[in-house]
């Protein structure tokens, strides 16, 4: 999809994913790291897996003259711009002045311009700041970060996405654009719910726990995480014809295997309100269905599941994900060599084009899954 496009991808960990989702579609892009960089970490391989490695130390005249040198070819500059230090080098009128059709993608923890232009923030800070922590943990409890960094995840996928959108107004206009991404917002952008809470009713959305809040006009929360036999799986109750579907099939799959029903025996599912509902009811309702879930593994419910068209899904551990059926029918996981030169398992391009997930490629070589 983007063959024969040439990025320069000198960002840290908050924009590797950006160059390589670039990668992924086909795009020719060259990953430049100063003297010393850690490129054996196993981050680093699995987010520059598809891109050619290039050392270079900017601080240098030469090696600033080479980089010029590529950006008058190059079609997009991803950098994460460091306050103080990298504005000149980066900065877009400056690249456009040498390539007047490049793209440059310039990520920051909070934007180039406002108040906290000139700060830096790490991804605990960035998950704070952008309002994540807020609604994760427990109620009452301490705001939780979740413990693999998320920002550079939302960041760098803002990132692409804004590279892809000012690639399409090139090909419109024959201009190359400053792509301006705040890490901050970009976790702003995951919260889904929240800041629409905020907008249209001024509800301020709280921490819940394995709960969510505000599907009731009585105030009640449902359960949304469930422990099972072997883990946790994902459940809530709905209303409207797909939620009438999955609780009807949830309470004949309950009665089938001789489970007590309790409060689910008498309701009419096809005049169920969830948003009408206090807690008590709700506690009533979910009681026999938690007794129901820990006899189950995470694996049954998703055949069960699946077999009587519910909605529901089993919490996935990393260890679940590397084994999961599907993702292997797909051809998800492919090898390429790795430092040593032995085969390292990663996860495949994120796309299928045509019927094919392009190959990974490793140091400017392209290496078939094997």
Known sequence: MLKGRLVLDCSN???WLAGRMLG????????????????SEARWLAYNINKRP??????????????????????MVIACLRPGHDGDLFDHERLSRINPQVITVAITAFGREGPRAGWRASDIELMAAGGAMSLAGEPGGMPLRVSEPQSCHWTGAQAAAGALLALNHRHLTGRGQLVDVSAQAAVVTALA???TFWDINRV????????????????????VFWPCRDGHINFIIYGGVAGRRTNEQLVA???ETGHELGALAGIDWARFDPTKTDQAQVDAIEAPMGRFFLTLKKREFLEGAHHREMLGYPVSTVADIADDPQ????????TAPGPDGRPVRHCGSFVIVDGQRPPLHAG???HEEK
């Open 327 to 334: 993702l292997e029918a797909r051809g998800f996981w492919q």
């Open 364 to 366: 400017g070589r392209r």
């Open 204 to 223: 301020e959305a709280t921490r819940a726990g394995a709960f969510m809040t505000g599907r009731s006009v009585k105030g009640a929360r449902y359960r």
């Open 54 to 75: 290039l050392t270079l130390d900017l601080s240098t005249p030469a090696a600033r003259a080479s980089f010029d040198a590529m950006v008058a070819d190059a079609d």
């Open 253 to 255: 799959w309950m009665r």
């Open 13 to 15: 960990a908050l924009g």
């Open 24 to 39: 992924d579609l086909g795009a020719e892009v060259v990953k430049i790291d100063p003297p010393g960089a850690d490129r």
């Open 193 to 195: 719910h929240a800041p």
